[in-house]
């Protein structure tokens, strides 16, 4: 039973085009991350959402914007890719906000390619 | 503000080697601690944890303790394994559930 899925794992795509990556969590969080991962494997906070509100939108470019639909899916949407997008993507989750000890749960990542 | 210091890699070691992967903090307040562990083609899981000063996080023979006085949380394993081979990434959550992860340590051993 995977606790945190993202689909696509792969994603290969032209510059210019708009993509999307889905995410669902089953271990009942209520908060969900996107981290973007480069190649030299530095992680970076994007967004975080608690129970479906925006609680952390790091300085990303507006072409990104996340969507929860409930407290078990966050969706990436990316608009007019650009190579400088080619990354790792991940997908987090943890129980409630404010605590600070609660671990995140990631996802085994998107890896997207622009050509 | 808040943030993580992690030793730079890579980190190259024979089977059985004694390992120390350092981390040091800055933050306010009491923050908590983890380890988090990526392998190939994978995503982060946690490793170990620790909450507050003196606590000792330990599994799967990894320890860390949570040391306050030194603003440490170095990681470390007494006899690696191939198994092992992975990056290390130590983080911080200082309020909230907001996460500062350190940038990472790639550890290859060699058998």
């Known amino acids: 039973d995977t606790a945190v899925s993202q689909t696509p794992k792969y994603l290969v795509t032209q510059m210019g085009n708009d993509k999307s990556i889905k995410c669902e969590q089953n271990?009942?969080?209520?908060?969900m991350y996107w981290y973007k991962q480069d190649s030299k494997k530095f992680l970076k906070i994007m967004f975080s959402y608690n129970n479906k509100e925006l609680i952390i939108n790091e300085t990303v470019p507006n072409r990104f914007s996340p969507k929860s639909p409930d407290k078990a899916h966050l969706n990436l949407h990316i608009n007019s890719l650009e190579l400088g997008d080619s990354a790792v993507y991940f997908c987090a989750s943890s129980q409630g906000w404010g605590t600070g000890n609660q671990p995140q749960h990631f996802g085994d990542g998107t890896r997207l390619s622009i050509l | 503000g808040d943030s993580v210091t992690q030793m730079e890699g890579p980190v190259t070691l024979s089977e059985e080697a004694f390992l120390t992967i350092n981390c040091t903090y800055t933050?306010?307040?009491?923050?908590?601690l983890f380890w988090y562990v990526q392998y190939p083609g994978e995503g982060l899981q946690l490793l170990l944890k620790a909450t507050k000063a003196d606590d000792k996080g330990s599994n799967k023979g990894f320890e860390a303790t949570y040391r306050k006085e030194t603003t440490s949380f170095h990681l470390e394993k007494g006899s690696v394994q191939v198994s092992d081979s992975a990056v290390y990434f130590c983080?911080?959550?200082?309020?909230?559930?907001?996460?500062?992860f350190g940038t990472g340590t790639s550890l290859t051993v060699i058998p």
């Open positions: 983080a911080l959550s200082p309020t909230g559930n907001q996460f500062y």
């Open positions: 271990l009942g969080h209520d908060t």
């Open positions: 933050a306010t307040g009491y923050p908590s």
